[in-house]
């Protein structure tokens, strides 16, 4: 039965391998492109919109909208506020800035809550002497914390509402939480009775595009989310929106401003369009046609690997970010004698290269301890995830056959 299943994608293969033989043959090989020429290898996205493999692919409506903002010249200042505008119609929040990542709202959110819009205290950061300073940091310190500090500020960690409640004092800047569901209505209580302003990091929190008008709803001073992941946006954006006092502050604080500590972090004229254009975009996209799109290409993988004997498949969908129909692939790599890491390794190694999620990360410093300054050693993980999102069409074919043929080697070796 299950070969039956993938009996068209089988043939797709054959045809699609025939095609590139003959294409090769004629001098038009369809992988040559401007990242070839230099010498650097495209990859087949199979983990998701991770920063070090570029993000996600902007919609064709953003590539566009960035190709006319390009021809004319504007004032920054202005189109930001013009920007933050439009982002109140689309969100229901007071206002919103585009900035440099979900990183880059982080430090600008913090400047703000810290130095406010005095021109004096501007120009002070990252010295804050005099300022409130402290950022109360709930679940405690995380890869991505440096776009808190380097603004100056002190980190405080805490661990649970009561330290929350307990840690808040006259230098608290502002609250600083990723918790979503219960926990975040709970701690945005606490930070309305203490009367502190919270940021919410919810870099991955598009899809679904509803979280854009929740948190507003929900009257939280400030959220981000990246405008290179979900959004599919230009890679080096993000959106910060809530309040219009603290993102006029975030503005001031930022380029183009000369002295702002964030000056660094500029986005540019077409980068402010597009992210705009890509969450305009989400807003009016079908997300349960573009989910069955999603889900039917990881399905497409996993018929092919399911001819495997011994290996065991299923399709979810995270609840935590990233949320897209996801291909979870496992098998006893005990008894095979191939691990999660060797089967990782080995797609990374071949032509074209394939990326999925797997025990390592790449892109991370190696010094960085997060979270609970005592943590549980991370269990390896007994599977590996292919996230749909990052898939391009087609790609699945690719894909499939290629850990078909890394899994049924290493199920015939384990088996002679």
């Known amino acids: 039965m299950k070969m039956l299943a993938a009996a068209p994608l089988l043939g797709q293969i054959?045809?699609?391998?025939?095609?590139?033989?003959?294409?090769?043959?004629?001098?038009?090989?369809?992988?040559?492109?401007?990242?070839?020429?230099?010498?650097?290898?495209?990859?087949?996205?199979?983990?998701?919109?991770?920063?070090?493999?570029?993000?996600?692919?902007?919609?064709?409506e953003v590539r566009q909208a960035q190709v006319e903002a390009a021809q004319h010249f504007v004032n920054v200042l202005e189109l930001q506020r013009a920007v933050g505008r439009r982002l109140s119609e689309l969100t229901g929040a007071e206002s919103g800035i585009v900035t440099s990542g979900a990183a880059g709202a982080m430090a600008a959110a913090t400047a703000a809550c810290m130095a406010g819009a005095d021109d004096k205290n501007i120009w002070q950061l990252p010295d804050t002497t005099g300022l409130k300073h402290e950022v109360t940091m709930v679940g405690g310190r995380s890869a991505f914390d440096s776009a808190i500090r380097l603004t100056g500020a002190k980190l405080v960690l805490v661990y649970s509402e009561e330290e929350l409640a307990n840690a808040i004092n006259e230098n608290t800047a502002m609250i600083y939480t990723t918790h979503l569901g219960e926990k975040l209505q709970r701690e945005l209580a606490v930070a309305k009775d203490r009367k502190v302003p919270m940021l919410l990091d919810d870099a991955a929190g598009i899809p679904p595009?509803?979280?854009?008008?929740?948190?507003?709803?929900?009257?939280?001073?400030?959220?981000?989310?990246?405008?290179?992941?979900?959004?599919?946006?230009?890679?080096?954006?993000?959106?910060?929106?809530?309040?219009?006092?603290?993102?006029?502050?975030a503005l001031l604080n930022s380029s183009p401003r000369e002295g702002a500590v964030c000056r660094p972090m500029k986005v540019g004229k077409e980068e402010i369009i597009g992210c705009l254009t890509a969450l305009e975009t989400w807003l009016k996209l079908d997300e349960k046609k573009l989910y069955a799109e999603w889900n039917a290409r990881v399905n497409r993988v996993r018929k092919l690997v399911d001819i495997v004997p011994g290996v065991t498949t299923d399709i979810h969908v995270p609840e935590d970010g990233n949320r897209y129909p996801t291909l979870n692939v496992s098998w006893d790599q005990q008894a095979w004698g191939f691990t999660i890491a060797d089967c990782v390794r080995e797609l990374r190694a071949g032509n074209p290269i394939i990326e999925v999620l797997g025990p390592d990360n790449p892109s991370l410093v190696t010094a960085v301890r997060e979270g609970n300054p005592?943590?549980?050693?991370?269990?390896?993980?007994?599977?590996?995830?292919?996230?749909?999102?990052?898939?391009k069409p087609g790609e699945e074919i690719?894909?499939?056959?290629?850990?078909?043929?890394?899994?049924?080697?290493?199920?015939?070796?384990?088996?002679?």
Do not use: H
């Not at 070839?36 to 920063?51: Q, Y």
């Open 14 to 60: 054959a045809a699609r391998d025939l095609y590139a033989q003959t294409a090769s043959a004629v001098g038009k090989d369809p992988r040559q492109n401007v990242y070839t020429r230099l010498g650097v290898k495209t990859v087949i996205n199979c983990r998701g919109t991770w920063t070090y493999l570029s993000g996600s692919l902007e919609f064709p």
């Open 209 to 249: 595009v509803e979280n854009a008008k929740l948190y507003a709803s929900m009257g939280i001073d400030l959220y981000c989310f990246s405008g290179g992941k979900g959004l599919r946006g230009p890679q080096c954006s993000g959106l910060l929106l809530g309040r219009k006092d603290l993102i006029e502050a």
């Open 398 to 416: 690719v894909v499939g056959q290629r850990l078909r043929a890394l899994l049924s080697a290493a199920q015939k070796k384990k088996a002679s």
């Open 374 to 391: 005592n943590p549980k050693q991370p269990k390896e993980p007994d599977q590996i995830e292919l996230v749909s999102m990052t898939i």
